[in-house]
C-alpha cells in the first residue's frame, strides 16, 4: 500500500501544475508584505482611529502575526482552486495521459489505487497549507516581528497575546489543512466523470463560488440552507483565533466537515469501481 | 488660683482646637477655584518623578483584550514615557493624571458645591475650557480637601462621549498621595456612531466600557534620566 501511495505522491510532484499553487503563494506573500511595509501602521490607525482619540497605544500591533492573519484571511478565498488543479486532476489527469487503464490492471485493486490517491491528494493539500504558514508566517515574523495580533472579528476587534500565538497559528494552518481537504474531495469525485481535468476544477470551484454566495444571501430560505453546505464551515480555521477557544464547536465542525469528506469521497469510490475505463 | 487656671484651660484648649479646625475648614471652603487647585496641584508637585508598573483591563464592548501591563515613568513638570513588553492601550487623561493637566489661563472655574464619596466629603471644582481647541472641553473635578487629591473627575473627552474617573489612592513612602486604582466608567469608542447614521431607538444609549487600572511597585523621587523620555511617543501627556 505504502509503495502505491508513494508513487502517487510522485507523480504529483512532478507535475508542473503542483507547483502553481507553490509559485503563487511565493510569488503573492512577499509582494503583499512589500505593499503592507508601506501601509501596514495606516490599516492599524484606520482601525482604530476610535480608539486612539481616548486611549494611549504603547507598543505596535502591526507585526508578523497581524500581516500573517491577514494573508491568511485573503489568500484562503483562493487556496481551494489551488488544491483543485491537483485534485481536480487525480483521476481525470489518468485518463488524459491515457493511464487510466495500465494502473488499473495491475495487481493492485482498485479500493488500493483510489486510496493511495485519496491519501496522495490530502498530503498534497497538507503540504501547500504547511508552505503557506511557513512563507507567510517565517517572512512576516522576520519582516515586521512579532507582539500581540490585534484582530477584527464578526463581534468586534480582538487584541491576542502574543504568547499564545503560536499554537493559535498552528491550530488555525491544522484546520485549514482539513477545510481544504474537503476541497480536495469535492475535486476527486468530480474527477471520476470525466477525462479532462479542466472540467473538474471549474466545476468544483464553480460549486465552491455557488455555495458561498447562497450561504451567505440573507433571505430566510437560503439562511435555512446553510448548515446543509459544506462552505459554510470551511472557515473553521478562524475560530482558532476566538478570544476563548470553543473547543466543541471547532470539534463539531471537525466532525461535518468529515461527513462531507466521507460523502464526497464515497461517490467518488463508486464512480471509480463501477467505471468502465475505455481509454 | 492654680486650680482655677488649670479648669480654665482645661475648657479652653478643646474650644480652642475646635475654633482651629472650623477656621482651618473654612478656610478651605472659602478657598477660591484657582487656590484650591493650586493647593492640590502642590500635593502631586511633592512627588518630583516616579516609576510605577500599571495592569489595565479592559471590559468593553465589541472589543475583547486580554490584561495589559506596562511601565509609566513620570518626571516633572510633564514627561511622561510608558513602555510595555507587548501591546497595552491606557486611557489617554486618567493614565497619568495631574491637575497641571488644567492650565489656568485655559479653563474657567467654579465651586459646584459638595459631594460624598467613598464616605469621604469633596468639593466640587467645575472646568471649562475658554478656547475650542483645548482636548477636554469640560471636567468636574471631586477634591478631598483634607488630602488635597482628586477623589473623582467626570470629564468629556470629545466627540460627544463622557467619562468618569474613580481614583483611590495609597500612600507611598508614608508622605505621597499617589494612586492605586483608577476605575474609568465612558461612552464605548466602539459603540460610537458614525457620522449621518440614526440611532436605532432613542433608548439606545451608547454602551459603557469600564476600564479598570492598578498602580504597584512605585519608585517615588529617586531620579529618573531625561535619555528615557527621548523619542517618547506618550511624550507630554496633555
Known amino acids: 500500500m505504502l509503495t502505491i501511495v508513494r508513487y502517487e505522491l510522485i507523480k504529483t510532484y512532478r507535475k508542473l501544475r503542483t507547483y502553481i499553487g507553490f509559485g503563487l503563494i511565493g510569488l503573492l506573500v512577499p509582494l503583499i508584505y512589500w505593499g503592507m511595509s508601506f501601509a501596514g501602521d495606516d490599516m492599524i490607525n484606520g482601525m482604530t482611529r476610535g480608539l486612539q482619540q481616548n486611549f494611549l497605544f504603547v507598543g505596535t500591533l502591526f507585526n508578523g502575526w497581524f500581516v500573517s492573519n491577514l494573508v491568511l484571511n485573503s489568500l484562503f478565498v483562493h487556496v481551494p482552486f489551488l488544491i483543485l488543479l491537483v485534485a481536480g486532476d487525480v483521476f481525470a489527469g489518468e485518463a488524459t495521459s491515457g493511464?487510466?487503464?495500465?494502473?488499473?490492471?495491475?495487481?493492485?485493486?482498485?479500493?488500493?489505487?483510489?486510496?493511495?490517491?485519496?491519501?496522495?491528494?490530502?498530503?498534497?493539500?497538507?503540504?501547500?497549507?504547511?508552505?503557506?504558514?511557513?512563507?507567510?508566517?517565517?517572512?512576516?515574523?522576520?519582516?515586521?516581528?512579532?507582539?500581540?495580533?490585534?484582530?477584527?472579528?464578526?463581534?468586534?476587534?480582538?487584541?491576542?497575546?502574543?504568547?499564545?500565538?503560536?499554537?493559535?497559528?498552528?491550530?488555525?494552518?491544522?484546520?485549514?489543512?482539513?477545510?481544504?481537504?474537503?476541497?480536495?474531495?469535492?475535486?476527486?469525485?468530480?474527477?471520476?466523470?470525466?477525462?479532462?481535468?479542466?472540467?473538474?476544477?471549474?466545476?468544483?470551484?464553480?460549486?465552491?463560488?455557488?455555495?458561498?454566495?447562497?450561504?451567505?444571501?440573507?433571505?430566510?430560505?437560503?439562511?435555512?440552507?446553510?448548515?446543509?453546505?459544506?462552505?459554510?464551515?470551511?472557515?473553521?480555521?478562524?475560530?482558532?483565533?476566538?478570544?476563548?477557544?470553543?473547543?466543541?464547536?471547532?470539534?463539531?465542525?471537525?466532525?461535518?466537515?468529515?461527513?462531507?469528506?466521507?460523502?464526497?469521497?464515497?461517490?467518488?469510490?463508486?464512480?471509480?469501481?463501477?467505471?468502465?475505463?475505455?481509454? | 488660683m492654680p486650680f482655677?487656671?488649670?479648669?480654665?484651660?482645661?475648657?479652653?484648649?478643646?474650644?480652642?482646637?475646635?475654633?482651629?479646625?472650623?477656621?482651618?475648614?473654612?478656610?478651605?471652603?472659602?478657598?477660591?477655584?484657582?487656590?484650591?487647585?493650586?493647593?492640590?496641584?502642590?500635593?502631586?508637585d511633592r512627588v518630583r518623578d516616579y516609576q510605577v508598573d500599571i495592569s489595565a483591563t479592559v471590559d468593553m464592548e465589541r472589543m475583547q483584550v486580554p490584561e495589559m501591563n506596562a511601565r509609566l515613568y513620570f518626571k516633572q513638570p510633564d514627561k511622561v514615557h510608558i513602555e510595555s513588553d507587548g501591546f497595552a492601550m491606557l486611557p489617554r487623561d486618567a493614565v497619568s493624571f495631574r491637575p497641571s493637566m488644567f492650565d489656568t489661563e485655559q479653563y474657567d472655574m467654579v465651586i459646584q458645591g459638595a459631594e460624598t464619596i467613598r464616605?469621604?466629603?469633596?468639593?466640587?471644582?467645575?472646568?471649562?475650557?475658554?478656547?475650542?481647541?483645548?482636548?477636554?472641553?469640560?471636567?468636574?473635578?471631586?477634591?478631598?480637601?483634607?488630602?488635597?487629591?482628586?477623589?473623582?473627575?467626570?470629564?468629556?473627552?470629545?466627540?460627544?462621549?463622557?467619562?468618569?474617573?474613580?481614583?483611590?489612592?495609597?500612600?507611598?513612602?508614608?508622605?505621597?498621595?499617589?494612586?492605586?486604582?483608577?476605575?474609568?466608567?465612558?461612552?464605548?469608542?466602539?459603540?460610537f456612531r458614525r457620522p449621518g447614521v440614526k440611532r436605532k431607538s432613542k433608548d439606545s444609549a451608547p454602551a459603557k466600557a469600564k476600564i479598570t487600572l492598578s498602580y504597584t511597585h512605585y519608585v517615588v523621587n529617586k531620579g529618573i534620566p531625561d535619555s528615557r523620555f527621548k523619542n517618547s511617543k506618550t511624550g507630554a501627556a496633555k
Not at chain 2, 478656610?27 to 496641584?41: F, G, I, K, N
Open chain 1, 99 to 279: 493511464t487510466y487503464r495500465m494502473i488499473l490492471t495491475r495487481p493492485a485493486s482498485r479500493n488500493r489505487i483510489f486510496l493511495a490517491k485519496t491519501l496522495g491528494s490530502v498530503v498534497y493539500v497538507y503540504s501547500l497549507v504547511l508552505f503557506l504558514a511557513v512563507v507567510s508566517v517565517g517572512l512576516g515574523l522576520l519582516l515586521f516581528g512579532h507582539g500581540d495580533m490585534l484582530m477584527l472579528q464578526e463581534s468586534g476587534l480582538a487584541i491576542l497575546p502574543a504568547d499564545e500565538l503560536w499554537w493559535r497559528f498552528v491550530l488555525a494552518y491544522a484546520l485549514a489543512g482539513w477545510a481544504m481537504s474537503i476541497v480536495a474531495s469535492l475535486g476527486m469525485l468530480f474527477s471520476t466523470f470525466v477525462e479532462n481535468a479542466i472540467g473538474p476544477i471549474v466545476g468544483s470551484f464553480a460549486i465552491i463560488i455557488l455555495f458561498f454566495i447562497l450561504g451567505n444571501l440573507p433571505f430566510e430560505f437560503f439562511e435555512n440552507l446553510r448548515p446543509y453546505l459544506f462552505t459554510t464551515y470551511t472557515d473553521v480555521w478562524r475560530k482558532a483565533f476566538d478570544m476563548e477557544i470553543q473547543a466543541a464547536g471547532i470539534l463539531e465542525d471537525i466532525a461535518i466537515l468529515g461527513v462531507f469528506f466521507v460523502l464526497f469521497l464515497s461517490a467518488a469510490w463508486t464512480i471509480f469501481r463501477r467505471k468502465d475505463i475505455l481509454s
Open chain 2, 4 to 44: 482655677l487656671l488649670l479648669t480654665t484651660h482645661r475648657l479652653l484648649l478643646p474650644l480652642l482646637a475646635a475654633a482651629i479646625c472650623i477656621s482651618t475648614a473654612s478656610a478651605q471652603d472659602t478657598a477660591s477655584p484657582a487656590q484650591l487647585l493650586e493647593r492640590v496641584q502642590q500635593q502631586y
Open chain 2, 119 to 191: 464616605g469621604i466629603r469633596c468639593t466640587k471644582l467645575k472646568l471649562l475650557a475658554t478656547s475650542d481647541t483645548v482636548r477636554l472641553q469640560r471636567a468636574m473635578l471631586y477634591i478631598d480637601t483634607k488630602r488635597d487629591i482628586v477623589l473623582r473627575m467626570d470629564a468629556d473627552p470629545g466627540a460627544g462621549a463622557s467619562a468618569m474617573a474613580d481614583f483611590t489612592y495609597t500612600k507611598v513612602n508614608g508622605m505621597y498621595w499617589l494612586p492605586k486604582a483608577i476605575t474609568l466608567e465612558m461612552d464605548s469608542p466602539m459603540s
